[in-house]
């Protein structure tokens, strides 16, 4: 049977059995953990963190290693998206902390990158948000995480119900209004900190008969802790919802953020050292608008039946212009001209657009009532990208170029998927989880990819890529006692060639013919719960395989040249564990008084476990993975009153593949040390209505970095923060 008839006919059964319930109407239930999309789980405890329930509007959890972090109960400083604070709870998550503005966030996990998040299928209320998930799956837009209700994070076996990729799924899901009871609700939080930083959020919200809306808008602006680092931010969104009928809805919202940045550069380890706040790129800027529309339909079909259907577009502008070259290049004035050299202009359009929709329905199957999810996905994207563009000699933000764009290429993807997912409740204790995965890709490529030296085009070579495959994997989970439970997963990852695979100057860089997709696997086994109110836990064991990774490496010969291949695979494996106990709530009676302590830590061993022809990579460790993360913090309160201490140490990791110890005399390559980052927040709730915050980011002003880049933002070591404060006050009416 072919691969598309196989889809057809799993497609075929999910409707027969929605069909069939449509027409059953049975009104037997199973108590089964549960909720609507716009449930705040954990509303009424102080803990941000919290485990996903087994099913939360079309979507399953059960059986897979799985975080919800509640933005409203977050201890940190959320203004200028802090997640070493908001996701200290989520153990074995690295962070890379190059960018002052909270712009960039790039998180990861089991030894993957975290440039830019691009190992996690990142999304916005269940829709993409990076530049292209397949081809360039780079997120340079994050909402502003005060508009964010809360953070869904699905590690490997999110790979079946969203998309191939190995880190699994993070979610924003955006505030919406759904909690408004009144007309009109006015909600404003202003912020003020070093380094000129002023945030400003407002919104307002309300629900009147069948409509509930929410709209917001957001300013942020600052010089950042570094020289260079001058930056602003706007972001807009507005979401409205209709109640055609209690068992019928649509929504829509759209999200509109305008971001620049003055990006400083990288340094040397020697200027670290010296003064880690320098900068020598006083010309660097970096300029990003996104639009996120949507338009969003949720169905009751009956009670055991459920349909949410979501039409999307990815709209982006990604800029930057500046001076590239190496850190030990002197960006000065040419004695020659009197002015500065030409910088360098690079633009890229994205213009993507997709279809996601989904059923879940219960049934029975004996005794038991078991539970299937199913949903396809049409996507189609564009990529324009301009660059080398001779840029100007001034020192602002101008993107205006002399001449055309040496490249000048356009990217295309397309892709159809299609899955499903089922709950089988062997017993009421024991559920099984098996699901499947269809995809089917393509890329291709065009356009001009620079010039000879005699002035003739370089053509991209003319490159098409299309292939289908089919993931599986399968979870479990036993239920031990009512809030305690052992669960295991195992689930195929993939990772499609990208656009950067697509355009190798022919001058210069060969593209293997035989360049393949990567391709792995996640396997969890863990056990975690609650007992009563005042401890919860989950600790677990993983193993992460990662075949045929591509990369780039020097061919000797006559002459020499760069071949992008697979340069090999890697193996993590690794224990996450998390604890958080409340010593008030198990042994006192104080109920105005508050103690929350926790620990969360995550050890990876990641290490290539294959060699290429050309490349020696075996036994050495994966780049940017360290093998100890440890985040720990308590928080104390009293009635209206918290204060909270977080510890934050991450372990050494190397830099590059080659596992470079000495660091380069550019900064590119070289050992990253390890640091521990002390973090204080206090919160003070006058009425339900009124607060303050205030906090002292990296308390103990430590001297550290956590990335070290060849081009942009770079090159070089990028220093992170040293000690800063904010001050933040809210109100409701």
């Known amino acids: 049977m072919s691969k598309r008839a196989l889809v057809l006919c799993l497609m075929i059964w999910v409707l027969n059995i929605a069909i069939g319930q449509t027409k059953k109407g049975n009104s037997d239930t199973l108590l089964i953990k549960s909720l609507p999309d716009v449930t705040v789980v954990g509303r009424n405890s102080k803990s941000d963190y919290q485990q996903m329930p087994e099913i939360v509007g079309t979507n399953i959890y059960a059986g897979k290693k799985n975080t919800l972090i509640v933005l409203d109960n977050v201890q940190g400083n959320v203004v200028t998206n802090n997640m070493r604070q908001v996701l200290a709870k989520v153990p074995g998550i690295h962070i890379w902390e190059s960018d002052p503005s909270g712009i960039q966030i790039g998180i990861a996990a089991r030894g993957l990158s975290p440039n830019r998040s691009w190992e996690f299928n990142v999304r916005q209320n269940g829709y993409d948000i990076a530049a292209d998930p397949f081809g360039y799956p780079e997120a340079y837009y994050n909402p502003q995480l005060q508009a964010v209700q809360r953070i869904e994070i699905v590690r490997g076996h999110g790979s079946l119900q969203y998309g191939p990729q190995f880190g699994g799924l993070v979610n924003y899901i955006l505030r919406n209004g759904s909690e408004v009871n009144k007309s009109f609700e006015f909600e404003t939080q202003q912020t003020i900190g070093s380094n000129g930083l002023f945030n400003s959020y407002n919104a307002i919200g309300g629900k009147k008969g069948k409509v509930h809306y929410y709209t917001f808008f957001d300013h942020r602006n600052g010089d950042g802790w570094r020289e260079n680092s001058h930056y602003f931010t706007n972001a807009g969104y507005g979401t409205v919802t209709y109640n055609f009928t209690t068992k019928f809805s649509l929504t829509a919202e759209v999200m509109r953020s305008h971001i620049r940045s003055q990006q400083p550069g990288g340094l040397t380890d020697e200027q670290i050292k010296q003064d880690a706040q320098q900068s020598f790129r006083s010309r660097n800027w970096f300029d990003i608008t996104w639009t996120t529309p949507a338009l969003i339909a949720n169905f009751q079909i009956n009670e055991n039946t459920r349909w949410n259907t979501k039409l999307f577009g990815t709209i982006g502008d990604r800029n930057s212009v500046g001076f590239l070259q190496s850190i030990t290049t002197k960006d000065s004035i040419n004695p020659a001209t009197l002015s500065y050299n030409n910088r360098v202009v690079n633009l890229d359009q994205y213009r993507n657009y997709g279809l996601e929709s989904r059923i879940i329905t219960d049934y029975r199957l004996g005794k038991m009532k078991n539970t299937l999810s199913a949903g396809i996905r049409l996507y189609t994207g564009t990529t324009t990208r301009q660059a080398d ?156 395989q990662y075949d045929n990774r591509v990369g780039t490496i020097t061919v000797s010969g006559t002459p020499s040249y760069r071949l992008i291949t697979n340069v090999g695979s890697s193996t993590s494996k690794g224990f996450e564990g998390y604890v958080e106990f409340n010593p008030f709530r198990a042994f006192g009676k104080n109920k105005d008084a508050d103690l929350i302590i926790f620990g969360s830590y995550g050890y990876t061993d990641a290490k290539y476990s294959g060699n290429h022809k050309d490349a020696s990579t075996k036994g050495k460790k994966v780049e940017n993975a360290p093998t100890n993360i440890f985040r720990s913090g308590i928080t104390g309160g009293y009635k209206g009153f918290l204060l909270t201490v977080q510890i934050s140490n991450v372990g050494e990791t190397f830099s590059d593949a080659n596992n470079t110890v000495t660091p380069s005399a550019n900064g590119n390559n070289g050992l990253i040390p390890s640091y521990t980052v002390t973090d204080l927040t206090a919160t003070y709730k006058f009425s339900k209505g009124l607060n303050l915050k205030a906090g002292a980011n990296n308390l103990f002003n430590e001297r550290y970095f956590t990335r070290r880049a060849g081009g942009y933002p770079g090159p070089g070591a990028l220093p992170a923060d040293g000690r800063t404060f904010f001050i933040s006050v809210g109100a409701k009416f």
């Open 389 to 544: 563009g001779k840029g100007t000699t001034g020192t602002g933000y101008d993107v205006t170029i002399t001449g055309n764009y040496p490249r000048d290429i356009i990217f295309k993807s397309r892709n159809t998927a299609a899955f499903a997912e089922n709950i089988f409740r062997i017993s009421d204790k024991f559920l099984i989880i098996p699901g499947i995965r269809y995809e089917w890709l393509e890329g291709s490529s065009s356009g001009r990819n620079g010039y000879t030296s005699g002035g003739t085009e370089i053509i991209l070579q003319n490159i098409t890529r299309d292939r289908s495959f089919i993931l599986a994997g399968v979870g479990t989970e036993y239920h031990l006692t009512r809030s305690t439970e052992v669960y295991a997963n195992f689930s195929q990852a993939y990772r499609p060639i990208q656009f950067a695979n697509l355009q190798a100057p022919p001058t210069t860089d060969v593209v293997d013919a035989d360049l393949k997709d990567a391709k792995g696997y996640n396997i969890d086994l863990g056990y975690r719960g609650k007992v009563k109110d005042f401890l919860q836990f989950d600790i677990s064991g993983f193993y992460l």
